[in-house]
C-alpha cells in the first residue's frame, strides 16, 4: 500500500520551525506533495528530509519567497519531471510529477485569485492546465493530481456558502471547472468516501476560524478513474498545524 499525503505549507522554512520534519516522519507517507514552499531549491534543507529517508524534488517560482512545489518520496521515482512546459505556469513554479511503476504523482498549486489581475491568471491556468492534464493522462493513465486547488466544488465544501458566493475559490464558473474536471474522467478520492460536512483544509487566520472549524475544503487529491478500486482510505488530517492549510491523505493499494 502507498500513503500519499498532500499539504500547502506556506512557507518551508517557517513550517521546518514548527517541526514539519517531525511530522513527516511519523507520517510514515511514501509520498509528500508540498505546495507554496516559498523557497529557492538553495532554500530548501533537502537534508533534513535526506535523514528520515525521503528524496526532495523541488519546482521554485522564478520570484523569490513565493509559490513553489515539491515532491517529497521515499522510493526514487522511475522520472521526475520539473513544470509543465507551459512557460506562463512554470515561471510561478506551480506543477512537478513523479512517475512510479504503479502511479504518476503530481504536485500543483492552483492560482488565488487574489485581485482582478490574478483571478484572470486564474481562470487561464484552470484552461491551460485542463488540457495539459488530459492528453497527460493518455500517456500515464494511472495520475494521482494532489494538490491546493484554490477552489471549493461543492456547498458542503465550504463553510458559509451564501456569503461565499461572489468570492473566489468558490465562484460558479470555478465550482464549473472542478465538475468538467471530475468528468474527464477523475475522482475527488475524500468526497468518494466522506459524504459528510464540516470537513475543511483551509481556514483563514483571522476570527479564530480554524477553532470555530469555520473553513474550506480547497485541497483535493484526485485520482484516475483507472484506481478507484485501489483507493483504500482518504483523510482530512486536520490535527498537522504547520500553515493556515492541513494535510490531505489517499492510501492507494498497490
Known sequence: MSIIISYNINGIRAAIKKDLVGWAKASNADVICLQEIKAKPEQFNKELFGQIGYNCYINSADKPGYSGVAILSKQIPKHVEIGCGIKEIDLEGRVIRADFDNFSVMSIYFPSGTNPLRQSFKMRFLELIFD???????????????????????????????????????LPEER????????????????????????????????????????????????????LSRLNRAAILNQAKHSDHCPVLIEILN
Do not use: T
Not at 500515464?140 to 458566493?165: E, T, V, W
Not at 476560524?209 to 484506481?227: F, T, V
Open 132 to 170: 495539459y492534464i488530459l492528453e497527460l493522462k493518455l500517456k500515464f493513465p494511472n495520475l494521482i493530481i494532489s494538490g491546493d486547488y484554490n477552489i471549493c466544488h461543492q456547498a458542503i465544501d465550504i463553510h458559509n456558502p451564501q456569503r461565499n458566493k461572489n468570492s473566489s475559490g468558490f
Open 176 to 227: 464549473k471547472w472542478v465538475s468538467k474536471f471530475i468528468e474527464s474522467g477523475f475522482i475527488d478520492s475524500f468526497r468518494h468516501l466522506n459524504k459528510d460536512p464540516h470537513h475543511y483544509s483551509w481556514w483563514s487566520y483571522r476570527a479564530a476560524a480554524r477553532s470555530k472549524n469555520l473553513g474550506w475544503r480547497i485541497d483535493y487529491n484526485m485520482i484516475s478513474d483507472s484506481l
